[in-house]
Each structure stands twice: as C-alpha cells, then as structure tokens.
C-alpha cells in the first residue's frame, strides 16, 4: 500500500499476478454468472485450473486497498540540490501548484549565502481528490556556492543516511509503531547550471558520491536560457559525460521489471536530463491563462512541451513514478544501507543505542572549484 513500509515487506519488485489469463475475467460474464465447471483436483489436491463457479470478488482488493490509502494518505520526500540562483524554489511551487518551497515558508530576502552546506526541511500537507498527501520539501542552501566546495556534498550524505538510521532504529524495536514515520529522500532533483558547455566537476563528484543512496534525477535548470539547438547539444554532452564518469541516474536499467516496464523507462532516459523552466505566475497567451515566464519577445510556457520539458518532468516525478520512487528507496537503497548495518554491527540490538550512522564510502578527496 502507498506510503506503508515495514520489514516484512516482500520487494515490489516481484510481483505476482492473480488470475492472469484465467482468473474471474474470463470465466464469468457478471457478478452473478456462472462460468464453466472447474476442472477436478489432481491426487495432491491442487486445482487444474483457475476457472470459477461464480463470483467470488478477488477483484475487489484493488477498492480495499484503495479506501484504506484514502484513509491513511502517504509521504514523499523530495531533496533539491544546486547553486543558489537556478530556481529551485520555483520549480517546486510550480510542481506542486502551491507554497511548498523553504523559502515560500518564512525565508527573509536578506538571508545570507551560509559559509557550509545547511540542510533544511519544510513539511505541507496536499489533498487533492480525496487523496491525502504530507510532502517534504529538503532544501540544501549553501550547496556549491563556495569558492572551495571540498566535499561539501558530505552533509548531504550524511542526512541521507541519518534517515535510513531513523527508520533502521524503530524497526528493530520489539514493539513497533503501527506505521513508522517515513522521513527517507526518495527523490533528489539535482540542478545543472545551463552552461552550454559542460558539467562542473562538482556536478560528477556529488552525483557519483550518491548516487547509490537516493534516486537522483539531473534537470537543466532555466532552459529559456539557450536556444533549442544549444538545449539539445548541451543534453547529449552531459548524458556523455555522465556515462564516462560512471554515475547512474533515476530510472536504472537494472530496475525495469519487465519489457513495458523498459520501454516507458527508456524513453525517459534517452530524455534525460530534462531541461525545464519554473514560474508561478500567469500571462495571457492567446486567450488562455498560462504559466510561463514573460521576456522581451513572447512568454515562455512552462507547461507547453515545445518550449521546455516541465510537463515531460511533472508527469514522470508525479504522475507515473511517484510510488516506484518510494519503492526503490524502500527495496533498494534502504536494503542497501540496513544489510551494510546489520552485517557491520552484528545485528542490531534494540535495548542499547545505536552507534553514530557509517559514513559514506571511502574516497580520494580533493578540492572542488568552480
């Protein structure tokens, strides 16, 4: 179910299906029909085959499960990271249609660039449709806005992995709370200036530090700054840089469960990283009311697919991969991280606390300038 983790979870990514090809579907034309007689059991007692008498209402548990995540609600947790000035507060006003970013939340016009990366969280509650939903928007001020940015990814690593540790502890515990509060990053949208030339070396060395402990989606932020042809050449030469240094973005291949599975994903991946643009304000644009951006020569439609790729972004984060983010963070990377502890510790022992989280894996360090 949305939003409900525990240990005992089998991994989403198996899954099995009920009554393919012979289930209720194919054997009873209503509710009340009768289909063909079932086949006898065989000498162990196993059925022969899946046919029914007659309605039984398997098919309901898809209402079930419905009702009770109407009920419930569920979590996301969405990081952001990037300098400061490419528009990460917009582009989540703009997502989410509403104030969910840090600094739509009581941030000052003279707050000052900090010296260290920062890590500040900010929680709202969306409802839309009956569905309830508590967003958590991670901002990271300070992010790469030095003139030496020496492993200044570090504290976002270790947030990272300090939620893994939140959750890790109160599973462990004998008596477990009905549903453990989930503060885990399943989402990290991480900003690439919209240099036309090429990725910092910044922008390798935070992607390939974490990108094996949250789902890391790389956007080109405030594509309305190059032209279409600058926007298509600079897309393939970050996709190449990003193969050569070996970092692994959201949706990975070896997570496609089956072959609709790769072909939605590989269409995302052959996009990647999206160029978008964010606004929250509206222009009239042939007597409609758009979101876009207004300049000397027109307005740039943030939600039309010919002048960015804010809806391709939208429709992928939310409206089609929002659970499989969560159940990559669930299966993957928190499963990656609880072994590692588990194995390291010799199991966890719930009557004693636990020891400071590992830190993130060893590497050379150098110093980072941009």
Avoid at 97 to 106: I, L, P
Avoid at 190 to 206: A, M
Avoid at 229 to 237: A, P, T, V
Avoid at 268 to 277: N, W
Wanted: charged fraction near 25%; aromatic fraction near 8%.
């Amino acid at each position: 179910m949305i939003g409900s983790h525990g240990v005992s979870h089998a991994p989403s990514h198996t899954h099995s299906h009920v009554g393919a090809n012979h289930g209720v579907g194919n054997s009873v034309s209503g509710h009340g029909g009768s289909g063909a007689l079932p086949q006898s059991a065989g000498p162990q007692g196993s059925a022969g085959g899946g046919t029914l008498l007659g309605y039984i209402g398997i098919d309901t548990i898809i209402e079930q499960m419905r009702k009770k995540t109407m009920k419930t609600g569920f979590d996301f947790n969405i990081m952001v990271v990037g300098h400061s000035g490419l528009g990460k507060s917009t582009l989540l006003n703009t997502l989410f249609k509403s104030q969910v970013s840090r600094r739509s939340a009581g941030w000052a016009r003279d707050e000052k660039i900090p010296k260290t990366v920062e890590i500040k969280a900010v929680s709202h509650f969306i409802e839309e449709g009956g569905v309830k939903m508590k967003l958590t928007v991670v901002d990271t001020p300070g992010f790469g806005d030095q003139i030496n940015n020496d492993n200044c990814w570090e504290p976002i690593g270790k947030y990272i992995n300090e939620q893994y540790e939140k959750f890790l502890k109160e599973e462990v515990n004998i008596t477990r709370k009905k549903r453990i509060p989930d503060t885990r990053v399943h989402c990290c949208l991480y900003f690439i200036s919209p240099t036309g030339h090429s990725l910092r070396q910044l922008d390798l060395e935070f992607m390939k530090h974490l990108s094996h402990s949250v789902n890391i989606i790389p956007i080109i932020a405030k594509a309305d700054t190059m032209t279409i042809e600058e926007r298509l050449d600079f897309k393939q030469r970050v996709r190449k840089e990003l193969e050569m240094g070996g970092v692994e973005y959201y949706p990975q291949k070896e997570f496609d469960e089956d072959m609709e599975d790769k072909s939605d994903n590989d269409k995302i991946r052959e996009a990647m990283p999206l160029a978008v643009v964010g606004s929250d304000k509206e222009y009239q644009v042939n007597g409609k009311r758009v979101l876009g951006r207004k300049t000397a020569w027109g307005v740039v439609e943030v939600e039309n697919p010919n002048h960015c790729e804010f809806a391709q972004l939208r429709d992928f984060l939310i409206r089609s991969h929002l659970q499989d983010l969560k159940e990559v963070t669930h299966n993957i990377h928190y499963e990656t991280y609880r072994a590692k502890r588990l194995h390291g510790n010799g199991g966890l022992q719930h009557r004693h606390p636990l020891p400071v989280p590992c830190p993130l894996p060893p590497f050379t360090a150098k110093a980072v300038y941009v």
